[in-house]
C-alpha cells in the first residue's frame, strides 16, 4: 500500500444479526484529499466511520489508517486522527481551555507540546474570545469549534467529521467550511453530510453510499456525468419585431430551426419551450459527454440566425445522489427497527436530522 494512502478499506462488512449495514465497501483516501461521504439515512455512513475511528470492529475485511489496522493496532489508529462525531463529546461545565487541556492530556501530550498546538488551535478554530468561558455558555457554533479544536488539538494528519454541520444555522456554517478549508489544506479529511452544498464547496471527490455499497466514487465532475443525460437550451430570433433582424439571411421558421437542431449528432430529443420574446426556443437532451455549444454556434453562424440564448445546464451533485440513492426507504424502515439497547447494532445515520435538546439533556449526554 502506498504511502500516500492515508485511508485504506478492502471489502469491508459489518453484519448486525442478521442485517447487513456495510456490504464489501473498497476505497483509498490520499493524503491531502478532503472526501465527502454521502448518502442517505440508514446507507452505512456512520457504520463505516464507527469502524475506522475503532468503536466498533468490522464483520470482515480490512481498515487502515495511515497504515495502521484499525482492529490489531486501535491506539495508533487513534492517534493518527481526529474525530469529531455529530455531537461533540463536551463537557459543559468545563471552560474551554479546561476542555482542551483535559483533550490533550488524554492523548498523553505534555504541557510545552499542549502550549504550542493549543495557540495553532485556538486561532484556526477562532476560539480566542471564549477561551475561559464555560462550554455550557456558548452557541451551537461555538460549541462545533470547540469540538473541532479537540479533535486537532494532537495535530492528527487525517480528520473524519460525522456531520458537524448539522446543528448550525447558515452563518455557523459558512464559517465552519472556512474553517474546514483552511485545516484540509495540510490534512486529509473525510466529511459525512447530508448537505451536499457543503460537499460542492469544500470537497474536491466525493464517495456515495446506498445500502451498504458503494455506487460512486470519484472527483465531483465525474459524479455529475454519471446521470448520463445533458439539457442544452437554445433560443434563435424568430424575426424583426420591435428590434431589427440582424441575421444574414430570412429570419427562420420554427420548423426550420427544429429540424436542424434534431440533425445535430448525439441529440435524442427537442423540446419546445414556451416563451413570450419573438425567438423559438428549445431544449435539447443528448448522451454525448463532448459539449455540444460549438456545434450549435457554427450550425447557427452557418446558416445565418441570430442566437440569442444557448446555454448547458450542469447536473447538479444533488440530481445525481437522489438517481443513484432514490428508493432505500424500505431500508430505512427496517434498520430504524433495530433494537436500540444495542447501542453498536444500529447506524445513527437517521437520528442526523435530529434537533440538540437543551442545556439539561445535553450534560447527560456527556457522558
Known amino acids: 500500500m502506498s504511502t500516500d494512502v492515508m485511508i485504506h478499506v478492502n471489502d469491508l462488512s459489518k453484519n448486525f444479526g442478521s442485517f447487513r449495514a456495510l456490504d464489501k465497501i473498497s476505497f483509498d483516501v490520499q493524503r491531502g484529499e478532503i472526501v465527502g461521504f454521502l448518502g442517505p439515512n440508514g446507507a452505512g455512513k456512520s457504520t ?3 469502524i475506522l475511528t475503532c468503536f466498533i470492529a468490522p464483520s470482515s475485511g480490512t481498515a487502515r489508517i495511515k497504515g495502521y489496522d484499525v482492529f490489531d493496532d486501535p491506539l495508533s489508529v ?10 461533540a463529546p463536551l463537557y459543559l461545565e468545563m471552560s474551554v481551555l479546561e476542555y482542551l487541556r483535559f483533550a490533550a492530556d488524554i492523548r498523553q501530550l505534555d504541557h510545552a507540546s499542549f502550549m504550542k498546538s493549543a495557540k495553532d488551535v485556538v486561532e484556526v478554530c477562532g476560539l480566542a474570545q471564549v477561551l475561559g468561558k464555560e462550554i455550557r455558555h456558548l452557541s451551537h457554533g461555538y460549541r462545533q469549534r470547540v469540538g473541532l479544536a479537540q479533535a486537532l488539538i494532537h495535530d492528527p494528519p487525517i480528520l473524519i467529521l460525522d456531520e458537524p454541520t448539522s446543528d448550525l444555522d447558515p452563518n455557523e456554517k459558512a464559517e465552519f467550511l472556512e474553517y ?3 485545516i484540509g489544506k495540510d490534512r486529509t479529511v473525510m466529511l459525512s453530510t447530508h448537505n451536499l452544498s457543503e460537499v460542492e464547496s469544500a470537497c474536491a471527490r466525493a464517495i456515495i453510499v446506498r445500502k451498504g455499497r458503494i455506487v460512486a ?6 459524479i455529475r456525468a454519471k446521470s448520463g443525460k445533458v439539457r442544452y437550451v437554445v433560443s434563435v430570433q424568430e424575426s424583426a419585431g420591435a428590434m431589427p433582424y440582424r441575421g444574414t439571411g430570412t429570419p427562420p421558421t420554427q420548423h426550420a430551426v427544429e429540424a436542424a437542431l434534431r440533425s445535430l449528432p448525439g441529440v435524442s430529443t427537442v423540446v419546445e419551450l414556451p416563451t413570450d420574446e419573438r425567438v423559438h426556443s428549445y431544449a435539447l437532451s443528448t448522451d454525448r459527454k463532448e459539449d455540444l455549444r460549438p456545434e450549435i ?8 440566425w441570430v442566437l440569442v440564448e444557448l446555454h448547458r445546464d450542469a447536473q447538479t451533485l444533488e ?7 432514490i428508493g432505500d426507504e424500505s431500508r430505512n424502515r427496517r434498520l ?9 447494532g444500529g447506524d445513527d445515520d437517521d437520528a442526523s436530522d435530529g434537533d440538540e435538546g437543551d442545556e439539561d439533556e445535553d450534560e447527560e449526554e456527556k457522558d
Do not use: I, W
Not at 430504524?336 to 453498536?344: I, L, T
Open 78 to 87: 487513534r492517534r493518527s486522527l481526529g474525530y469529531l462525531p455529530q455531537r
Open 297 to 304: 454556434f457554427s450550425l447557427c453562424v452557418g446558416k445565418g
Open 217 to 222: 466514487d470519484g472527483p465531483l465532475d465525474e
Open 48 to 50: 463505516t466511520m464507527r
Open 180 to 182: 474546514l478549508k483552511h
Open 336 to 344: 430504524s427497527a433495530v433494537d436500540d439497547d444495542e447501542e453498536e
Open 319 to 325: 440530481d445525481v445522489f437522489r438517481n443513484l440513492t
